[in-house]
């Protein structure tokens, strides 16, 4: 820390309980009282360096009288004043960034102009602060002492310069420039110096992060505080360094920021504010000025940190406004959230679920609201030039939310409390184009009917049409077909898609076994005799395939369609006599494998998947009609 020396004499004052005496062997014949203190000094050293003190001891005293002097609005009080004093009699003192601003403020306050000598307080004071100014600790340290005398600092501009020196420190380059960074970080470590010559010489350039500066500006007042990052936002800064150092410093000041590990301690009643805590009113007028703080530009306050304000907003009962706009803020970048941060808990005495499900739907609704398309062509655009992430194209925001909405409706499904209302609500936000695959909301649903077994039957039908059977994956398919708690229609469905879906396989089997042995008659090869197809072999496309991998995947989708087939016949068993079904769907498959001696008579037997399928309108639903009771 830089310091200045002034004045050359010895310590002449002593402290006697809350009285300071000038042991010079003169008798004092003036009293100054500032505060509970007093100072008993003597008239022609402080009237020789102040216009004020000169003015007030000739008007009240006369030349062999004692006055008395009351200065209880000095500014920095009787600790300024004692080195005002001792700078008047010329004892040594040190100007340090601790003690200058507020002796800055007393010299101007005591008119210690160069009228009353030269070299005088006023003008020691402004030399060195203008010295500190160039110097990032110091100017830190000096800022923070302007609380202490703030409205004379305003008027000085000291709080101003000390704004615009960290502004400028903060935004700059810090390799450039050779101030200390911060006394708590710049330890460097002796493997980065050598000895030469009796000198230490640092062999490694000491990096520093853009984090650098918000540990110390964490420790500022917040009006202070909020003043700096508004220079150095002035000064275009980065908006995502903005929201870093403003996250570090709530962080640090909001104590419920911190204690969010996990529902379990969340859903306790906040921790009753000791003696040295803030209270709860400051905490909340603190974190709305932070949410006002924030940067305004999309994406650069990490949605984490949105989140843990959110709800900690809700634990302060903060104010609607505020708690409006972080929904907001989190709405707009709610692909970047985590699955665990929307899982807030549910404030006070009268709720109904144990989590906010109507804070989800106000975000998700914002979501929607915004413009996607041009996110989402960008992404298809990336996918089509071939920058994939392994091996696949990059998930666009829509299907990102879509993933987190059906997680969370999973997590939040075994709620006894939970309406079908709102389960509805928030499932049928998400488009049908976002969803690849319903494996998800298939897995919110059966939690859901599980959670809630009292359901009717048109209402387990209306949770259902949630999801499209014809996006399931083989294993959601599989478990769907033996799922008791869906109605028997939607198991019918699954059943019906997947013998479509097989179907289609093994007619695209046959199709490429037909095209495999014209390329090759066509090819002018030496076409093999009929016995031989169990070793044939054709080279498509640069891939090799046989006729014998044909047959073999053909003889597996065959098994798997009677495994279903018996399948549905048990549900049958037990649910009642449907037997009409088996005739209205023409569930009849091929019981008997292709001949591998005679693979022609295989292609005459194959079915046309629409010459057995029911009607299927343009939205992939079945007609309904045929698998009534």
Not at 204 to 221: A, N, Q, T
Not at 573 to 579: E, F, L, Y
Request: glycine share 6%.
């Amino acid at each position: 820390m830089a310091c200045m020396k002034l004045g050359s004499k010895s310590e002449v004052f002593h402290l006697d309980g809350k009285t300071w005496f000038c042991s010079t062997g003169l008798p004092s014949d003036v009293i100054i009282e500032i505060e509970d203190m007093s100072f008993h000094l003597h008239k022609f050293p402080l009237m020789s360096r102040s216009g004020v003190l000169e003015d007030l001891i000739g008007e009240l005293s006369g030349e062999d009288e004692k006055c008395v002097l009351q200065l209880h609005d000095l500014p920095g009080g009787a600790k300024a004043f004692l080195l005002v004093a001792r700078f008047c009699y010329g004892v040594k003192i040190e100007l340090t960034a601790l003690n200058v601003v507020s002796l800055r403020c007393a010299a101007e306050y005591l008119h210690m102009t160069e009228d009353y000598g030269e070299g005088n307080l006023i003008k020691q004071t402004e030399n060195f602060l203008n010295a500190i100014f160039g110097y990032w600790t110091d100017s830190i340290r000096a800022l923070e002492t302007c609380e202490e005398v703030l409205p004379h600092a305003e008027e000085l501009h000291i709080v101003s310069r000390c704004m615009n020196s960290l502004a400028v420190k903060a935004c700059s380059d810090p390799s450039l420039f050779s101030w200390p960074m911060s006394g708590r970080s710049d330890v460097q470590s002796p493997e980065d110096t050598v000895l030469w010559n009796g000198i230490c010489i640092t062999t490694k350039p000491h990096i520093v992060s853009e984090d650098w500066w918000y540990e110390d500006v964490s420790f500022l007042r917040f009006a202070l505080y909020k003043r700096l990052i508004q220079g150095v936002s002035a000064r275009c800064m980065k908006p995502e360094r903005i929201a870093g150092s403003i996250y570090y410093y709530a962080k640090r000041h909001l104590t419920l920021l911190g204690n969010q590990s996990g529902f379990q301690n969340e859903s306790r009643a906040a921790p009753r504010p000791t003696v040295s805590a803030p209270s709860d009113a400051d905490q909340r007028n603190l974190l709305e000025e932070i949410v006002d703080l924030l940067p305004h530009e999309k994406a650069v306050t990490p949605t984490k940190f949105l989140l843990r304000l959110l709800r900690t907003s809700k634990i302060l009962h903060a104010s609607s406004s505020c708690r409006e706009k972080l929904e907001n803020r989190i709405g707009a970048q709610l692909d970047q959230a985590a699955f665990e941060d929307l899982l807030i808990p549910n404030m006070g005495y009268s709720v109904e679920t144990l989590y906010d499900i109507d804070c989800v739907q106000r975000m998700l609704d914002h979501f929607m609201l915004l413009d996607h398309d041009v996110i989402d062509s960008t992404f298809d655009c990336m996918a089509d030039e071939g920058q994939l992430i392994g091996g696949s194209p990059s998930l666009t925001p829509m299907t990102k939310v879509a993933n987190l909405v059906d997680s969370y409706l999973a997590e939040v499904a075994p709620d006894g409390n939970m309406k079908l209302s709102k389960f509805q609500s928030l499932a049928a936000g998400i488009p049908d184009y976002a969803r690849p695959l319903d494996d998800g909301i298939y897995r919110a649903i059966d939690i859901y009917l599980k959670a809630h077994p009292r359901l009717t039957d048109s209402e387990r039908g209306q949770i259902c049409r949630l999801m499209n059977c014809q996006k399931l994956s083989l294993e959601a398919s599989s478990h769907a077909a033996q799922n008791e708690r869906l109605p028997l229609r939607v198991i019918v469905q699954v059943l019906f898609f997947e013998q479509l879906r097989l179907r289609s396989s093994v007619a695209g089997w046959y199709f490429v076994s037909d095209n495999l042995e014209n390329s090759q008659s066509h090819s002018g090869n030496i076409a093999l005799p009929r016995n031989d197809l169990t070793t044939h072999t054709v080279t498509t496309h640069n891939h090799v395939v046989t006729v014998d991998d044909v047959k073999e995947r053909v003889s597996e989708l065959e098994k798997e369609c009677l495994s279903m087939k018996q399948e549905l016949e048990k549900i049958v068993k037990t649910k009642g006599s449907w037997n009409m079904i088996f005739k209205k769907l023409s569930f009849k498959l091929k019981s008997k494998s292709c001949d591998p001696k005679a693979p022609k008579s295989c292609n005459k037997s194959k079915v046309s998947p629409a010459s057995t399928a029911p009607h299927v309108d343009g939205s992939g639903n079945h007609d309904t009609n045929e698998m009534e009771d």
